[in-house]
């Protein structure tokens, strides 16, 4: 540490030398796991001077972009009012506050479904609308503390109680509130230790929520009574499966408390029925390995039944009923069959419709299916135009609304809320998120690209750049990443990213395996030993566009973040000449270790995405031939800025640190690697709007600089 500030940190070694399978494993910085350990802060505080004074020359470039997302924004706005039991509930942000607030007025006439307007020149200590009834003011709850996430705040039935969840440290260890809407006043009732929000019991005397083992699985579901201590509250339910984690959630219909346990490629329901609430929880469908199933309360031509969106019949899901009873898969009654061209991934059901939400050809979509006295009556979908975008449902609490709230975006359109009739099919927009300064989407493009894999599949690219961009020759391109979990990174809007775009670079997003985006067997190409798809799939990619001449290797920064730090480490070491820089965000690169420890948050329910290399030679040997700390070499890796936070549970931040000792320790030529640890955040960076902007304007400034337009 008494080295001149540009000369990076040199971590010790201390070696461990493991041994599994015959095979032995030298780690030489294990050490720096302990957080508590001074000498591991000193050497993380050490790393991020360096980082401050190794991009010191980007100062005002990182100032001029954080000023443009700001002068972008609309800082003072309200987001469009959702209904729910007899009012409208909606969120304020006010220029110069982090977090905002989030507030409710009373529905006014029961027929009308059309969302209130606010008052476009009320002052930011004024209400919006008429009536406005302050919930929680977020900057009051986050006061004093370096680090704030709202979990999730819940109304109660009656509509006189809110519950609201608090973290102050990034460890996502929540402290559940009962706030008095009535009194304005906070309850005694303090619940600790808690996996975000909770869910009412109709009654609202009492709530569910969910709490966690040792190694951070969601293993408890709890009922709290109002008015009683937190170690009188009642266990409904302990799933002791270690590769399982359970969770709880309440009807739309509000008729059914659901008790869910899963793992990666299994589910079970229980459920309980406040019409009859002595029969207690009942398991739905016995768990089988290999099948996953959702249930949803439906009433279909005047029948109570339970919607199920399960894999039995074939990997992409089919929609099925059954009766209000416990019915075993092979009962189970098609309405939505298997198609192996159709990804269903949820249902959501209402009195009058059943609103789908599925992917075909690596787009969402949104399918209506409405009902009549005799069932089913229609089958259709919300149709939209642009060539890619990104489509959902945007907050439908209401089992009896006319109209489906639709949430869109894509590349070059800002977040956009509509409001569907479902019964004149007539799609009306609400609003679109301002982009202030004169944005106008027609002066930008996005495509869809289609890159060739090694094994010859077909791996789709989304991109955006200023219109025109590329016409004179290749241009510098950012290429993001995910590739696991089935989790599709979908066409999104970005103001940050303008910075990028107007500098003359663009972006591009690689669908690569492991992801969801062309349905199931997409997931399934890209995990336990199909793996290294992911990585050649995203390497296929990059290469793609610089065939198209969109780009060239030396302007082409890779950035992906968790699992997509992963798939970012593995590409630097699986074809470092491709890339000019490689950002990895809380990247989850030392994945051996991890997997081979039963007794670190999550390993043991990660199992069925990497496999268990402590009980199986195969798949340590898979991922010993992948994992980006293991395979660090002697080579010229392109610039590296790994981002990680020190109370991140999700992927510890010891894996970025060890990573980059390693890194400066092994390889050749530039040797540009730069560690940036957020001493007071989570796995989801750092917390505040500002702080956040701030933070991106570091990445963006750094990957400007590797492209040559800093």
């Known amino acids: 540490m008494t080295q001149p500030l540009l000369a990076p940190p040199v971590a010790d070694r201390r070696p461990v030398t493991t041994t599994h399978h015959g095979r032995t494993r030298v780690d030489e ?75 409710r007025v009373p529905v006014a006439d029961p027929a009308d479904w059309t969302p209130p307007q606010p008052d476009e020149d009320c002052a930011p200590d004024q209400p919006a609308l008429p009536g406005e009834e302050l919930l929680l003011d977020l900057d009051q709850l986050a006061d004093g503390h370096d680090f704030f996430s709202l979990g999730g705040s819940s109304v109660s039935p009656s509509t006189r109680l809110l519950a609201y969840a608090t973290d102050v440290t990034g460890d996502e260890r929540y402290t559940v509130r009962v706030k008095d809407l009535d009194a304005g006043e906070l309850l005694p009732d303090t619940i600790t230790g808690v996996l975000g929000g909770v869910t009412w019991h109709p009654d609202s005397g009492s709530f569910f929520y969910a709490t966690v083992d040792e190694t951070w699985r969601p293993d408890k579901v709890w009922r709290h009574r109002l008015g009683t201590a937190q170690a009188d509250d009642e266990l409904v ?90 019915t075993p898969g092979q009962e189970w009654r098609p309405l939505i069959a298997h198609d192996p061209a159709v990804r269903l991934e949820d249902v959501d059901a209402f009195s009058g419709h059943l609103l789908i939400h599925q992917r075909s050809a690596g787009l969402t979509q949104l399918r209506l299916l409405t009902l009549g006295d005799d069932g089913v009556s229609d089958d259709f979908l919300v149709e939209f135009d642009q060539e890619i975008y990104t489509v959902g449902s945007a907050g439908n609490p209401e089992f009896d609304a006319p109209v489906v709230r639709v949430g869109y975006t894509s590349m070059t359109v800002p977040s956009s809320v509509y409001d569907f009739d479902v019964a004149s099919r007539r799609l009306t927009l609400l609003r679109r998120a301002p982009v202030l300064g004169g944005y106008d989407p027609a002066d930008y493009q996005e495509r869809r690209l289609w890159a060739d894999a090694e094994d010859g599949e ?103 973040a968790s699992a997509g730090g992963l798939l970012a480490g593995a590409v630097a070491n699986l074809a470092p000449e491709a890339f000019a820089g490689v950002v990895a965000g809380v990247p989850f690169v030392d994945n051996l270790t991890t997997m081979l420890d039963a007794s670190l948050p999550l390993t043991v329910i990660e199992y069925d995405e990497w496999g268990n290399p402590e009980a199986d030679a195969e798949t340590y040997d898979y991922i010993a031939s992948y994992a980006p700390y293991d395979n660090v070499a002697a080579v010229d890796y392109p610039p590296i800025l790994a981002e990680c936070s020190l109370h991140d549970t999700r992927v510890l931040y010891v894996e970025a640190a060890k990573w980059v000792a390693r890194l400066r320790a092994t390889a050749v030529g530039r040797r540009q690697f730069l560690l940036k640890t957020e001493m007071a955040a989570g796995h989801g960076g750092v917390s505040g709007r500002y702080k956040s902007w701030h933070d991106r304007a570091f990445t963006l400034a750094w990957v400007l600089d590797r492209m040559g337009l800093a």
């Open 29 to 103: 910085y294990d050490w720096l796991r302990d957080k508590d350990d001074p000498d591991v802060r000193a050497l993380l505080e050490a790393e991020n001077e360096h980082t401050q004074a190794a991009t010191g020359h980007l100062a005002d470039l990182r100032q001029q972009i954080f000023d443009e997302i700001k002068a972008r924004t609309l800082e003072t706005d309200l987001s469009v009012p959702t209904r729910s039991r007899g009012y409208w509930y909606y969120g304020r942000s006010f220029e110069g506050r982090e977090y905002g607030a989030s507030c």
């Open 458 to 560: 077909r791996v789709p690219i989304s991109f955006v750049c200023r219109r025109g961009a590329t016409d004179a020759g290749p241009i510098p391109v950012l290429l993001y990443g995910y590739g696991a979990y089935e989790a599709s990174m979908d066409p999104y809007f970005s103001i940050a990213r303008l910075s990028l775009l107007d500098r003359g670079a663009g972006f591009a997003i690689a669908h690569v395996r492991g992801g969801g985006e062309m349905g199931r067997r997409w997931y399934d190409e890209g995990k336990l030993l199909h793996k290294r798809t992911t990585f050649t799939d995203f390497v296929s990619c990059a290469r793609h566009l610089v065939a198209a001449r969109i780009t060239r290797p030396d302007v082409l920064v890779a950035e992906g």
């Open 237 to 326: 339910h302990h799933e002791a499966d270690p590769r399982f984690w359970t969770g709880v959630g309440r009807s739309r219909s509000d008729r059914f408390v659901q008790v869910v346990s899963s793992s990666k490629i299994t589910s079970e329901v229980r459920l309980l029925d406040t019409e009859r609430p002595d029969a207690g929880l009942w398991v739905f469908a016995e768990r089988e390995e290999g099948v996953e199933y959702g249930v949803e309360h439906a009433v279909i031509a005047g029948e109570d039944v339970l919607l199920v969106l399960h894999n039995r019949t074939g990997p992409d899901f089919e929609l099925g009923t059954a009766p209000v009873a416990p």
